[in-house]
């Protein structure tokens, strides 16, 4: 795979693992307006001596909220770093990262994608978020056509085009003649 390959699969993968931590937040949120409903009910419908002291009510609603803040934190790095890893902005290896990091802490697939971000981003990913090339286009707005990168495995892009292949074309060095001797 070529790292515009890995970038944009690591863009779907943010991406994905982002939706699914807002999925989980919108659930938890639901669950806990249903337990609201239920215990105000119960609340309005119990004598007036049975009822449980207030401040029970307050810590649960601070367990919530504590926790409703978690799957928050935990949901908008990935979708950040999805978004910006997939339209290529300047600040996307920063919010990898950052996301990457965050994403370590939900084993074992957060940790995995982890693994996976920071190959990439110490390793083909250096050379193609810190070229000044890369930079350079992106600021004319030309990032998907001028960035020409060549792999660890010699694997060219965007520039396999028969024109630059003729004009690159040394041919090879003659063995020498063994019959001479």
Known sequence: MTPQ?????????????????????????????????ILGAALSNAPPGDAPPEFVFGILLVVMLILL?????????????????????????????????????????????????????????????DSDEYYASARRGQ???????QGTYGWETRSDRASDREAAYVPPRQPPDWRDS
């Open 143 to 149: 990032l998907h056509d001028a960035y020409d990168f």
């Open 5 to 37: 390959d890995h970038n944009k699969a690591l863009g779907i993968m943010h991406l994905i693992y982002g939706g699914f931590h807002t999925l989980v937040f919108l659930m938890v949120v639901v669950l806990y307006l249903f337990m609201a409903g």
């Open 69 to 129: 803040l978690i799957y928050a934190l935990l949901a908008v790095p990935g979708l950040l770093a999805g978004y910006a890893l997939l339209k290529r902005k300047s600040w996307a290896k920063t919010a990898g990262i950052v996301a990457s990091v965050v994403s370590a802490l939900s084993f074992p697939f957060g940790t995995a994608l982890a693994v996976y971000s920071f190959w990439f981003f110490f390793g083909e990913g250096k050379r193609f978020y």
